[in-house]
Structures are given as C-alpha cells and as structure tokens.
C-alpha cells in the first residue's frame, strides 16, 4: 500500500491543477446528472442497432475524452499534442475499438442463427465478454506489433519486477466494503452478472460448469479493458500527453458505467484515476487487472451468496 500512496502523491503532486480538476469534476457530475436523469444509455444508445449504435457510442466517449483534453491544454496552456498525428491516430483508434465493443453491433442475431433458444441468453452473455479479444486485445496488439514495439512495454503487459503484495492487500480491505454494499438493493438487482437461464439443463450439465465458463470470460473481458484504458489509452499515449493522459482516460472510464449502477459509476472515476496513476508509474497494467478481475469476481460471490 505504501508504494501506491506514494505513486499517488508524486502524480497528484505533479499533475494537480485545483482550477482544471474542478471544472472537470463539475463536468463529469453534469454528465452523470444527465445519464441518471434522462437514462441516456439504457433509453437512448441502445435504442440504435447495428454500425449507428456503434458511431453513437463513438461520439458519445469521444466526447467525454476530448472536451477533457480541451480543458486540460486551455489551463495548463499546452496545445501541442493536437497538432500530433500520433495523438489523432491513437486516440481514435482506442475510442473506436472501445465502441465497438459497447455496442456489439451484430453480435444477437448471429447468436439468434447460430444457437438454440435455449442456449441464447447464456451464449449471449458469454461471447459479450469473449468478444473483446477479438475487437480490443487482438487489435491492441496488432497495433502495437507495427507501432510501438520498440517501447518495449507492451502497453503494460511486460512484466518487469512486478510486486503483487500492494495489490492483494488492496483487495482484502475491499472485502468488507463489498460485504456491505451487497446488501444494497441496487446491487442485488444488478449482481451477480450470470444470471440463471436453463442453459445448463438444454445442456445435461450441472449449473457450476456453465457459471464456470461465464465467470472466466467475465474475468478475461477485465483483461482487455486494463489493456486498453490502462495500457493503451495511458502507457502508449503518456509520451505525448504525459500526466493528463490519466485524467483523459478516467473520463471515458467513466463514460463506459453508464449503463450501471450510478454509485459504480462514481466510484469508476476514482478507480479508473488510481489504476491509471498506477499504470503510469509502473509501467504494467497487472496491478490493475488483479484489482479488477478480484473485485468483479468477490462482488459476484458476494451476490450469489446474498441471493
């Protein structure tokens, strides 16, 4: 704990503006009014279908990321990365692959061909995870196979000295808040994530196996969001926007809870800022993925427990 404390305090210490993180915490609180008031995601994203629900969530987090990047160069007056093909290339990129994976276009009526009925609600809910190797981990690494595999970070993924101590002890003392907050009706509605369909009886197994193979590709779908908020969007950005790449990416990070509870939606922003701090400083994204994966899988024991 004592090195993420002072990760935090040499990032805050060097990156703090009290005037430019106000106006962005008043930014992000207009947003969230806005989402929670109107149910923007829930009613209005995912009314589209197809490539325009696609383009909806692109303008929807590009939005989010640029009007803090606009923020940050108008109060630390440095317009620089703007004029930085790298900055368009890669910023877009990220925001697009992020879309896509929100949106899924296609992805149920294929299921609906492909599956049974029985099967497809679960078959669904598993290549939703499963999908995001495939639109974000695959391209990620493509990208960086042709562009920047003479950093040699791997966006985070090179494993370089890696302490997992400061990160497990985070976890134990997220078990007590995890215990309480599953007694909150909202998240006894939202939680667990895999949810009871038949699909293990249309099968002739026991229903372990099939919760089994959810939760992996769960857990695997929290790979792929570190590699991409955490490892691209700070690790393969930092060298052209530095220390504002962490705010930029909790933004969008934030962006991408919409659709869930609005106290995880709070709390994403200062998860997302302390992951990014993390990353920024260590180089990894494994911090963030052991702190991610744990999390989802405790508040999913916790869940089925409750329930």
């Given at each position: 704990?004592?090195?993420?404390?002072?990760?935090?305090?040499?990032?805050?210490?060097?990156?703090?503006?009290?005037?430019?993180?106000?106006?962005?915490?008043?930014?992000?609180?207009?947003?969230?009014?806005?989402?929670?008031?109107?149910?923007?995601?829930?009613?209005?994203?995912?009314?589209?279908?197809?490539?325009?629900?696609?383009?909806?969530?692109?303008?929807?987090?590009?939005?989010?990321?640029?009007?803090?990047?606009?923020?940050?160069?108008?109060?630390?007056?440095?317009?620089?990365?703007?004029?930085?093909?790298?900055?368009?290339?890669?910023?877009?990129?990220?925001?697009?692959?992020?879309?896509?994976?929100?949106?899924?276009?296609?992805?149920?009526?294929?299921?609906?061909?492909?599956?049974?009925?029985?099967?497809?609600?679960?078959?669904?809910?598993?290549?939703?995870?499963?999908?995001?190797?495939?639109?974000?981990?695959?391209?990620?690494?493509?990208?960086?196979?042709?562009?920047?595999?003479?950093?040699?970070?791997?966006?985070?993924?090179?494993?370089?000295?890696?302490?997992?101590?400061?990160?497990?002890?985070?976890?134990?003392?997220?078990?007590?808040?995890?215990?309480?907050?599953?007694?909150?009706?909202?998240?006894?509605?939202?939680y667990p994530m895999y949810k009871t369909s038949?699909?293990?009886?249309?099968?002739?197994?026991?229903?372990?196996?099939?919760?089994?193979?959810?939760?992996?590709?769960?857990?695997?779908?929290?790979?792929?969001?570190?590699?991409?908020?955490?490892?691209?969007?700070?690790?393969?950005?930092?060298?052209?926007?530095?220390?504002?790449?962490?705010?930029?990416?909790?933004?969008?990070?934030?962006?991408?809870?919409?659709?869930?509870?609005?106290?995880?939606?709070?709390?994403?922003?200062?998860?997302?800022?302390?992951?990014?701090?993390?990353?920024?400083?260590?180089?990894?994204?494994?911090?963030?993925?052991?702190?991610?994966?744990?999390?989802?899988?405790?508040?999913?024991?916790?869940?089925?427990?409750?329930?």
């Amino acid at each position: 704990m004592k090195k993420i404390w002072g990760f935090l305090h040499r990032h805050v210490y060097a990156d703090f503006q009290w005037r430019y993180y106000s106006v962005v915490a008043l930014f992000l609180l207009g947003c969230l009014f806005f989402n929670y008031y109107f149910d923007y995601e829930d009613s209005v994203l995912d009314s589209y279908e197809g490539l325009l629900r696609t383009l909806f969530y692109f303008l929807t987090y590009a939005f989010g990321y640029y009007v803090v990047l606009f923020l940050y160069s108008l109060f630390s007056r440095q317009q620089g990365f703007w004029f930085k093909k790298e900055f368009w290339v890669k910023s877009t990129f990220a925001l697009a692959l992020l879309s896509v994976d929100s949106s899924r276009p296609f992805l149920r009526p294929v299921i609906s061909v492909l599956m049974e009925p029985e099967l497809q609600y679960w078959s669904y809910k598993v290549a939703t995870n499963l999908i995001s190797q495939v639109v974000v981990t695959a391209p990620l690494l493509i990208f960086y196979r042709f562009n920047d595999r003479q950093q040699g970070h791997g966006y985070g993924l090179a494993v370089r000295q890696f302490d997992v101590r400061p990160y497990f002890y985070m976890l134990l003392m997220m078990v007590p808040l995890l215990v309480a907050a599953s007694f909150n009706p909202g998240f006894i509605q939202q939680y667990p994530m895999y949810k009871t369909s038949g699909a293990h009886a249309f099968l002739g197994v026991p229903e372990w196996i099939t919760v089994f193979l959810y939760e992996i590709a769960y857990g695997l779908d929290f790979v792929s969001v570190e590699l991409l908020f955490r490892g691209f969007m700070v690790i393969g950005l930092m060298h052209v926007l530095g220390r504002s790449a962490v705010i930029a990416m909790a933004t969008v990070y934030c962006f991408l809870h919409f659709g869930k509870p609005a106290g995880e939606a709070v709390s994403s922003i200062f998860g997302g800022y302390i992951l990014g701090v993390v990353s920024y400083e260590t180089k990894s994204i494994w911090g963030g993925v052991i702190i991610h994966i744990g999390i989802a899988w405790l508040m999913e024991l916790t869940a089925f427990l409750q329930h």
